[in-house]
Each structure stands twice: as C-alpha cells, then as structure tokens.
C-alpha cells in the first residue's frame, strides 16, 4: 500500500495525459503528441526511478500544473461558470500536490552506489 501511494503521482499524470490524449483524438481527431511523450515518459518513470529525471518531470508538471489553475481562473473571471471554475481546480489542485509530491519524493530519495548500477531506495 504504501509503495501504491509513493507512485501515486505518477499515476495520476498517466491517468491525466491518457485522458487528453483520448479526448483530443476522438474530439478533434488530433493526436496530441506532446501529451503523448509526457505521459510515456512518466510511465518510464515508475520501472527506472531516475532521481534527476525525476526532479525534472517533477518541476515541469508543477509549471504545468501552476499555470492550469491560472487559466482556471481566468475562465472563470471571463465565463462565471462555477461548475468548470470547482472541477478544474480540483482537478488540478490534486495534480500540483501531486506534482509537489513527486519533487519532494526524489529530492529526499537515497541514492546507492553499486558497481554499475543507480537505484534509487525509499
């Protein structure tokens, strides 16, 4: 259970880009290759547990996370519509705590030194 919540993070960026990745082909019949790399990358990211790789996928979904909410509110501000304003800052206030999860997870994250070999233990 606790290693389900340690990877809990990156599950929930893989569960959010396969969610636009759907959306996007079957609503624009668009295939969103960015959201794509993302998502794969950070599938990657369960199996290798790369600590910088880490940190930097950890930072790049805070940016991302930090300005969807600012979008959430501008939507708001110009729309009014209080059901996109409760859902995406729901959506996406669990992705930034996610993604701060991610960071802080890797930044406390022991490294050992064997022979040829980087892992990480938690």
Do not use: C
């Amino acid at each position: 259970m606790k290693k389900l919540l340690g990877t809990f993070p990156e599950f929930y960026y893989i569960g959010l880009g396969a969610f636009t990745i759907i959306n996007d082909y079957y609503a624009n019949s668009y295939n969103n290759y960015v959201a794509l790399l993302i998502t794969w990358l950070v599938f990657l990211q369960i199996f290798y547990k790369h600590k910088v790789l880490g940190l930097v996928y950890g930072n790049m979904l805070t940016l991302f996370s930090v300005y969807m909410l600012i979008n959430v509110f501008e939507n708001y501000r110009e729309t009014g519509s209080v059901m996109h304003f409760v859902s995406g800052t729901v959506l996406f206030g669990i992705a930034f705590i996610a993604a701060i999860g991610m960071v802080y997870k890797y930044a406390v994250a022991e490294t050992k030194f064997n022979e040829n070999e980087l892992t990480i233990t938690y």
